[in-house]
Nanobody, 123 residues
């Protein structure tokens, strides 16, 4: 499966963005999906994951209550709605696909990665 992330940009603190991840090559419903982010000089970290059907989600503590992961399998698209953004949310955001579909939180559990989209939050 090929993944293409989009929707990043520059916003002020308190603003919102919605990231999208379009899949091609294979149907998205075959995979558990996740969002990760990587800030300069830091490790890539887990943000959120979602089951194949979309009925179960998991969030990092930093994302809980502010971000919402969702998917529309019929459109082969994954989303991340980000509200109440903070400067510390600034990072490149990556979508990823997990063949096991187990709501994985570890980066090495994912098999396919998108190219990343930059999110910059200014104070």
């Amino acid at each position: 499966v090929q993944l293409q992330a989009s929707g990043g940009g520059s916003v002020q603190a308190g603003g919102s963005l919605r990231l999208s991840c379009a899949a091609s090559g294979r149907t998205l419903s075959m995979y558990g999906m996740g969002w990760f982010r990587q800030a300069p000089g830091k490790e890539r970290e887990f943000v959120a994951s979602i089951s194949r059907s979309g009925d179960t989600t998991r969030y990092a503590d930093s994302a809980q209550g502010r971000f919402t992961i969702s998917r529309v399998n019929a459109k082969n698209t994954l989303y991340l709605q980000m509200n109440s953004l903070k400067p510390e949310d600034t990072a490149v955001y990556y979508c990823a696909a997990d063949r096991n579909g187990y709501l994985a939180t570890g980066r090495y559990e994912y098999d396919y990665w998108g190219q990343g989209t930059q999110v910059t939050v200014s104070s």
